[in-house]
């Protein structure tokens, strides 16, 4: 089996880089920048141009040294440090970005081609040529990757040799005065910028080599970055110089006149022909292996990850970026392919900053080699989607929408690697830092923000306590669900931390965190969770269960009872009607007593996230109070009513007189509740020893009325005291 062949930094990075760097831009548009943007102008582009591909560039590179690199150049990078979500739709953006700039350079190649050669020079005609010499390079790279890059080094002289050529050539153009800005005539600054921009997105050349490289660790850094800065200055000595030899008339309009002032024009011919070729070449080389990458991991389908060759030489890929690139030249239009090509490589430079920049804030992993400051990956990317903004608002929104789609998409289709998502670091250092400052706050009755701890059990019933939970959470409250196995004897040892993970399809649907774990004791078990879980900033303060049927005399029951009241937990406890259930989530009762005053706060903060649920949402709601000592009606009402006013909750008041028949209170509730789908009611203070005959009264009115839920408040919440004492 042959050697897999191997490129260093020189042959396999920097060449095809400032090859691409140097090439139809360079030698077709430059002038007209100068032209159109004035020296200062076009200097301002040029920079502006290179802080986003010097960023860039020190990103990937930074990137490229912590991970081992992989075929794919870019894409990998991305994909392994951000996830395949992001990897693949960045990846396919800059492949097709890739094959368009094909297309580009090919065109770029006609112009000159036929206009020396005397050919025509009408679309049609760059047509054909682009096309015949696609089909020329296409078969080359599919003879030898190796042959197509040793053809690069002829190139690279050729162009040294033509830019020599053109600074000791004519000076029959030279201006009387010097534009330092855009004349009134001129092209807008954007469109002007769209079109130059290219000429900066050489060094991804380079990159997309990666698999190719005998050090990519090494070799990415060293040849991406020397590649741009030789494009930076040659770039500003070009534009200077045109500025001082050609007027700017003749820059606008003559797209050939570095081979009329050249020296030897021959020369400056062999440097176009040789730079724009060998462009083309880095981006049949370089796009084709994107996409092979890409459905190695499943991205794109597998039958473009088929090679041929000991270097699996991509020509199923090879073929999708011939056809692209076809497309583009059909356009025939320089100006609007490049315009195409800026839009697509500024989406990918944009997110490849984002990457590096959260890759080195959030990843406690990212140890990369080559050191870059963080802030270098977030310039690049805001410079990146300023520049898009200002270039065309529509295009870049629908080059946002585009990745979007293809990002959601791949996250739908689930393609996962063995690797760091970035992601990850992510939340987990936002998670680290809120709850630094939320542990930092000082413990003020505020908002109630549920914490729930829940233990819903595996009855028939379960998903309706579960639901009801979520729904009582409100929007940003936190649900844990804990099943609890029994193991009396402890003859089993516990559950592995990775084990105790619920990942059940009911719990993700809802956003229920599920937790389960071992217990010998189910009461001893509740009051160890109640105890222990949770963390700095997120405490737990609600306990939710089910009714506790046929327990009144149990021992070990009151005594966990004690316990949570004594760590002030909220508790809730539901008695679900199997037969009614919710009803048709029409109708909520919350009873009101003289004794409920902290109760009542978090009943009618409950009464909020109730009617703010899906389900709950044309529900009426009653406040009911039983008025036992004859006090006016309409003081009841009045106070009652700012209360509720002031909890923001729209609510009917119900005053039930019964100072004279004096039922008992619950008596009244079964009168009044009866056919409520969800009744509410305060669980009073009472002494632990007459928890029996409490729950005994209880069940009684659960016999008679449907699913119910009763609330115990924590000693956080507010006393909404109605004061009735002295309204006799």
């Known amino acids: 089996m042959p050697q897999k062949k191997k490129f260093g930094t020189f042959a396999g990075v920097f060449t095809p880089s400032i090859l691409t760097i140097l090439g139809v831009i360079m030698y077709m548009r430059l002038g007209w920048v100068v032209g159109n943007a004035g020296l200062i102008g076009a200097i301002i582009i040029i920079v502006i141009a290179h802080v986003i591909s010097v960023a860039t560039g020190l990103s990937v590179s930074s990137v490229a040294t912590d991970k081992k690199i992989g075929a794919g150049g870019i894409y990998y990078v991305l994909s392994r440090s951000m996830g395949i979500p992001i990897g693949g739709s960045i990846g396919i953006a800059l492949f097709v970005g890739t094959a368009f700039s094909i297309a580009l350079y090919l065109i770029g190649f006609a112009e000159s081609f036929n206009a020396y050669l005397g050919f025509g020079t009408e679309i049609n005609d760059l047509r054909l040529t682009g096309t015949i010499a696609l089909l020329g390079l296409t078969v080359l790279a599919l003879i030898s990757t190796s042959v197509a890059l040793k053809t690069q080094f002829i190139i690279l002289a050729a162009i040294l040799v033509s830019i020599v050529s053109i600074f000791f050539g004519s000076t029959e153009f030279a201006p009387t005065t010097i534009d330092l800005i855009p004349s009134e005539n001129a092209v807008p600054l954007e469109v002007v910028f769209a079109v130059f921009f290219p000429a900066v997105t050489g060094f991804t050349a380079g990159i997309a080599m990666s698999g190719d490289l005998k050090d990519p660790k090494q070799s990415i850094p060293s040849g991406t970055l020397y590649a741009i800065g030789v494009g930076l200055v040659v770039y500003i000595i070009l534009a200077v110089f045109m500025a001082f030899t050609i007027n700017s008339e003749v820059l606008r309009t003559d797209y050939n006149i570095l081979m009329k002032i050249a020296l030897f024009a021959p020369a400056v011919v062999a440097g176009i022909w040789g730079a724009t070729l060998s462009s083309a070449i880095g981006g049949i080389l370089g796009g084709p292996r994107i996409l092979q990458a890409m459905s190695i991991d499943k991205v794109t389908p597998t039958f473009f990850s088929k090679g041929k060759g000991a270097n699996n030489e991509p020509v199923n890929a090879l073929f999708l970026a011939f056809i692209i690139a076809e497309c583009g030249i059909l356009i025939g239009e320089l100006g609007i392919i490049a315009r195409v090509v800026s839009m697509f490589y500024l ?26 400051k963080r802030w270098v990956g977030l310039i690049g990317f805001i410079a990146c989607f300023v520049v898009m903004f ?25 393609v996962k690697l063995q690797s760091n998502d970035v992601w990850k670091s992510v939340w987990e250092n936002v998670v680290n830092k809120g709850l630094k400052k939320i542990d930092a706050q000082v413990e003020e009755n505020t908002n109630w923000n549920p914490n729930i701890i829940l233990f819903s059990g595996e ?63 189910i009461y001893s078990g509740i009051t160890s969770i109640a105890s222990t879980f949770g963390f700095s900033g997120v405490e737990p303060n609600t306990i939710m269960m089910g009714w506790p049927k046929g327990l009144e005399n149990s021992e070990e029951y009151s005594n966990m009872t004690q316990t949570l009241l004594h760590l002030d937990y909220n508790l809730l406890y539901l008695d679900f009607d199997i037969k009614t259930k919710f009803g048709n989530y029409n109708t909520v009762d919350f009873w009101w007593r003289e004794t409920d005053s902290k109760n009542a706060e978090m009943m009618l903060n409950i009464a909020r996230f109730i009617i703010a649920s899906p389900k709950w949402n044309n529900t009426s709601v009653r406040v009911l109070f039983v008025n036992n000592n ?17 909890l923001r909750v729209l609510v009917a008041i119900k005053i039930i007189n019964n100072a004279v028949e004096q039922k008992t209170f619950y008596k009244i509730i079964e009168e009044e509740s009866i056919t409520t789908d969800l ?36 000693h956080n919440f507010n006393e909404l005291d109605l004061d009735l004492g002295d309204t006799k």
């Not at 200002?390 to 689930?414: C, H, N, P, T, W």
């Not at 029996?692 to 408040?713: C, P, Q, R």
Request: aromatic letters at 10%; hydrophobic letters at 45%.
């Open 347 to 372: 989406t990918a430079y944009g997110f490849i900053n984002i990457s590096f920049f959260l890759e080195s804030w959030a990843n406690p992993d990212f140890q990369p080699t080559f050191k870059v």
């Open 390 to 414: 200002k270039l065309d608002m529509i295009a870049m929104l629908v080059a946002l929408a585009v990745i979007s789609a293809m990002y959601f998409g791949l996250q739908r289709k689930e």
């Open 459 to 521: 009855s028939d019933h379960q998903a309706y306590l579960l639901e009801l939970c979520k729904t009582v959470s409100g929007r940003t409250g936190i649900v844990t669900n804990f099943k609890l196995i029994l193991d009396k004897n402890n003859s089993k040892p516990p559950l592995k931390k990775i084990d105790q993970i619920v990942r059940d399809e009911k719990f993700k649907e809802l956003g229920i965190f599920a937790r389960q774990i071992k217990v010998s004791n």
């Open 630 to 646: 004859n006090v006016d009606v309409t003081v009841i009402q009045s106070k009652i009513s700012k209360l509720v006013e002031d």
């Open 679 to 714: 009744t509410i009611v305060g669980i009073p203070d009472y002494d632990i020893e007459k928890q029996a005959e409490f729950v005994l009264k209880t069940n009684k009115l659960f016999d008679a009325i449907g699913s119910t839920l009763l609330v115990k408040a924590a």
